[in-house]
């Protein structure tokens, strides 16, 4: 099979790194050979994040370039349009329509860009939006959002059973969350 | 079982299997890891050193107790440890010796982007370089062995790359191998005829390695279609697989120091045309060069940046996959100091008169970035102290009232504490602030002498830093709150005005330590904002102003109140 290419995107803070932990388990324990790649120090202290996920038969290079992501799943709505570039033509973004002011705008050097999902859609980029932070709270932490995220995201990777998703859950999250994750997880399948 | 582990995570790995007892280092992006990862093995002791040529010689005097060691460090701190390689690569061990060193290319997290390859070369020094987990663990594995067999030190190379990606690694039983008898030996004290002797005996090493080079499995050859002949190494051995697969034979150095001769002039023997690959300076190019051969290299690759598929396919006119792109500028989002900060209060009162700051490293570099902008330069650890005893030697009174360093507690330790004694001994009415958060903050908190804890957060010896200063010179030593901005003003202008050498402690834990109390968040009353935006100059993440109120991330806001200061209408 050919490579397929995840991007896991959003602020420095917002729970990115547990996400494609819980992906790098399923997919290795589909068998697949898996590379992540993401970047620590500086940038994490909430500048803007990347993640690549990348699996298949055999993965060379543990990053994702312009035009070859497959799916961008993003935690904040700027930051999928930031990492637009990456997707393939006819690739998905999934994107939590949270917005999250950079320095730049909090400053007012610079306006928060309006409507930038209708603007992704109107480039013909397939785009599920939902607001992925309240289905977080109404699983009962915002926290959670990340998990959310991964639940919609599940529906998107046909040979994942929902089987392996709950074990990637039990086995990444403490014992103490798991309901209330386990809930952000069903919520974001079925937004 | 195979398991997805950092590179960092596989070298620990590698680290454990090889019956590795001590490692010795000091955190640095991205190597801190490596470090972290291997303390988690109850068999394995490992510090944090004050800085990193304490921790080479902590682990090449570890080798001499007849102990496996190891120690880890950024590009930059191989800088800081390059005096005791040099002799160590002279002096010999009396067990394994492995230093790991993690390059940075594209400067993630680094102040520069030099290419550790040229240590290895000039210090006589082998090096390896994997190119994924699986491979540093097992080349950690092999490093000991050529260290013990070569007696010498040896290098593993690391890139932020395959220091920061997961990949696929089986995993092996620990070895542990007999401690070896400490015996004396008048030739290890380096001076005269045992130096001399001892360097014809690295240049005598150094051909025997390049033999193991030419014969050892490390460095392979994948013909494949002869039209192309890639040398490469590291990740870029897997961006050349990823443009090429099999549409190009590929020989991968897994040595990079020294290089084979023969394998090379056989491997280019076979191919039409010869493309070396590598990130940063052109040392594969220059070897091949030296060997008469022909290649593309360094006209073709850039020598700044990283690499990736896209770029390789670029730089030799291959296609690229296309892409579509939002129209309008998007905003940056640059990385920010926390809200909470305790770095943001010092900086602002900085900025407000105008004082010139000559910075270090550690998170509050980010001082330099807008709105606070209050940073103007930095160069590397501890040089805020030194530099700004320079500039004030050649500036005089214009420089010591308006000029102040700024360094955090671990970095001041690192090598801050030479550059004030400079200071005091030499008198120039410097004024440093120690900016103590307590904790190494920007490599993702660990402990340092000043925190009283070691590396495992175990009750530890505690520096005095206010004694230790007194201790080299300073009658003048202040401890302020950031939180209190109107105090620190105090305090600076005072220090800054005193015709004495001063140090101004700026004490607050990191708000990012598990443990440190925060306080509900700020409610700001809106009927008494006018919108003057005041309380935007610290730059705080968690205020913004939308339709003329100020609004607080209550998700962010720790309740520090430096904003509750800067506003004169008590909206906050």
Redesign the interface.
Known sequence: METKNIMIVG??GQGTLLASKML??VL?SKGY????????????????VVTYVRYGEH?????I????ADIIISFEE??A??W??????GGQIITNTQQV?????????????SD?IA??EA???KVDAKDFLSLAEEAGN?KAVNICLMGRFSKYLSDISDELWQEAIEKNVPAKFLELNKKAFALGVNA | MAELMLGNKAIARGMYEAGVSIISSYPGTPSTEITEEAALYDEIYCEWAPNEKVALEVAHGATLGGRRAACAMKHVGLNVAADPLFTISYQGLNAGLVICVADDPGMHSSQNEQDSRHYAIAAKVPMLEPSDSEESRIYTKKAFEISEKFNTPVFIKMCTRVAHSQSVVNTEERILPEQVPYVKDPAKVMMTKNSRDAHVRVEERTLDLIKYAEESDINRIEMGDTKIGVITSSVSYQYAKEVFGDSASILKLGMIYPLPEKMILDFASKVEKLIVIEELDPIIENHCKQLGLKVTGKDTFPICGEFSQNLIRQCLGMDTPSYEAIDEPVPMRPPVMCAGCPHRGIFYVLKKNNVMVYGDIGCYTLGAIAPLNSMDLNVCMGASCSGLHGFNKAMGEKGEKHSVGVIGDSTFIHSGMTGITDISYNMSNSTVIILDNSITGMTGHQQNPTTGKNLLGEPAGKVDLEALCRALGFNRVAVVDPYDLAECERVILEELEAVEPSIIISRRPCVMIKGTVHKPAIKPDTDKCVGCKACMKIGCPAISVKDNKVRIDTTLCIGCKVCSQMCKLGAL
């Open positions: 602020v420095g790098g388990y290795l050979d898996v590379k992540v790649s993401e970047v620590h120090g500086m940038s994490q202290r909430g500048g803007s993965v060379s290079s543990p990053v370039d312009k035009g070859e700027l930051e349009a930031r637009l570039e990456y997707l393939k033509p002011e950079p320095m730049p705008v909090i400053t007012g050097a610079m306006e928060y860009p930038l603007k992704m480039k013909g980029v915002s």
